[in-house]
């Protein structure tokens, strides 16, 4: 999330810095929808568990499906779906300690998991519960405590269509969340979005849609869309419903060094790169080599322009040799 002012005052009066707030587009909330249901078409029941003004749901209500939500926080007095006040991952955990069988009858969880991060009031009072209880995937945001919750707590063959933050893709820090999902989720639809999705309510984050289904047998091609340089073009290729479809191995650096990072649209040329020895390893003492620093990262995705960083090697028998970076 870009960083502006300490306090962002929503309409309805709320801080969207300590609620996590920022409401979906509702092109988003149309393209969840009709995506997540024509991969189960005999799905019907539905949880969004941070639910705020039911932007996600709302679809799902007019269809008829039994639709149920959570929020930490009351937005409105009527809700159109079954709503609780209550904290997801509150219920997550107590839910986790009471039962054998974690997993819940929902064919649908439709989620934009709240924004905050580690500075933030939730995570710091709730740190020796969070910490305990999430060990396998770090507790440095929620979203990722989200998203993990959901996961989690979702049944076999159920679709889980999210608008997230997309660190969890490259992140090292959320190398086990990847890995988790690898494991053990089909991978659907995995759009970036622009990063001026959420500008008119004061955010400059990087965020995606994914649309996920437990188990790693229901794995088709995955519908891709590398980030768009705005708005405007992201929503008309959603209207149109144009995007390209991959391989799932297409978009996983397969290296162990590279800890499964998942990659949108980067070529193979780029991507065969990576079978090579990491210039680290090639040049450890960069005083010797002095642009050992910048090159060991290579190839570095600008990701918000959507280019690279143009590196011109030469590759011998045994080794590979940099000419020029720019
Ligand atoms: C990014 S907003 C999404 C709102 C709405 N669902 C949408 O998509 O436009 C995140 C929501 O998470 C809620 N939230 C934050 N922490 C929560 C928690 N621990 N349990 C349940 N909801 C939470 C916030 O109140 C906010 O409504």
Do not use: W
């Not at 076999?156 to 990847?178: K, N, Q, V």
């Amino acid at each position: 999330m870009g960083r502006h002012a300490k306090t962002v005052i929503s309409s309805d009066g709320f801080d969207r810095r300590r609620t996590g707030y920022y409401s979906t587009p509702k092109p988003i909330a149309n393209y969840l929808f009709e995506n997540m249901t024509s991969l189960l078409p005999q799905g019907k029941k539905v949880l969004d568990p941070c639910v705020g003004k039911e932007e996600l749901i709302e679809a799902f209500v007019k269809k008829g499906f039994d639709t149920n939500s959570f929020d930490i926080h009351r937005y409105k007095s009527e809700y159109l779906s079954n709503f609780r006040e209550i904290d997801f991952l509150r219920f997550y955990l107590d839910h986790k300690t009471a039962v054998e069988d974690l997993n819940l009858d929902y064919d649908f969880y439709i989620a934009n998991p709240p924004y905050n991060c580690h500075e933030d009031d939730y995570i710091k009072s709730h740190k020796l519960a969070l910490e305990k209880n999430f060990q396998s995937i770090g507790t440095l945001n929620m979203y990722s405590m989200f998203l993990y919750s959901i996961l989690d707590l979702a049944k076999e063959g159920a679709i889980i269509g999210l608008i997230t933050m997309d660190s969890f893709l490259t992140s090292f820090y959320h190398f086990r969340l990847r890995k988790y999902i690898l494991e053990n989720f089909s991978i659907h639809h995995l759009l970036l979005c622009p990063t001026d999705l959420f500008a008119d309510q004061d955010a400059d984050v990087r965020t995606c849609i994914l649309i996920l289904q437990k188990g790693i047998q229901y794995q088709k091609k995955v519908i891709l869309n590398n980030r768009d340089a705005n708005q405007k073009i992201f929503f008309e290729k959603i209207g149109q419903n144009s995007f390209k479809e991959a391989d799932v191995n297409e978009i996983i650096l397969q290296d162990p060094k590279d800890h499964f990072e998942i990659v949108v649209d980067v070529p193979e040329e780029i991507r065969s790169l990576f079978k090579y020895k990491r210039l680290g390893e090639l040049f450890p003492a960069s005083q010797e080599f002095p642009q050992a620093t910048i090159l060991s990262t290579y190839p570095k995705i600008d990701r918000k322009h959507s280019t690279f960083l143009s590196i011109k090697i030469r590759e011998t028998e045994n080794s590979i040799r940099i000419l020029t970076v720019s």
